[in-house]
Nanobody, 124 residues
Framework: QVQLVESGGGLVQPGGSLRLSCAAS????????IGWFRQAPGKEREGVSC????????YYADSVKGRFTISRDNAKNTVALQMNSLKPEDTAVYYC?????????????????WGQGTQVTVSS
């Protein structure tokens, strides 16, 4: 059974950090481009970051550049999103998704598999 599971969400104060993890079962993440998306209450889902399968090139939305870092751990079949200097506007449900070809932070149609999401709340 193909499945993506996110973990690592929680409540953090502004300026704090969280590390999200995306774990796969039923397939190998190394062979897929992986994206992180988020959806805040009352807003559309938006792309945050993605990492290619071919050369692990990374891409970030302008809103998170310099604060978030995406990375792969092929031995563990996981992809992480390190989030630093968190802001209240980062509050959202975060989803990881797998694309068989190239990644994109704007084109959700490229992604075949999606996780259920993990809640990130940034608040004092």
């Amino acid at each position: 059974q193909v499945q993506l599971v996110e973990s690592g969400g929680g409540l953090v104060q502004p300026g704090g950090s969280l590390r999200l993890s995306c774990a796969a079962s039923g397939f190998t993440l190394e062979h897929y481009a992986i994206g992180w998306f988020r959806q805040a209450p009352g807003k559309e889902r938006e792309g945050v970051s993605c990492i290619e399968s071919s050369d692990s090139s990374t891409y970030y939305a302008d809103s998170v550049k310099g604060r978030f870092t995406i990375s792969r751990d092929n031995a563990k079949n996981t992809v992480a999103l390190q989030m630093n200097s968190l802001k209240p506007e980062d509050t959202a449900v975060y989803y990881c998704a797998a694309a068989p070809f190239t990644c994109s932070v704007t084109e959700e149609f490229r992604y075949d598999y999606w996780g259920q999401g993990t809640q990130v709340t940034v608040s004092s």
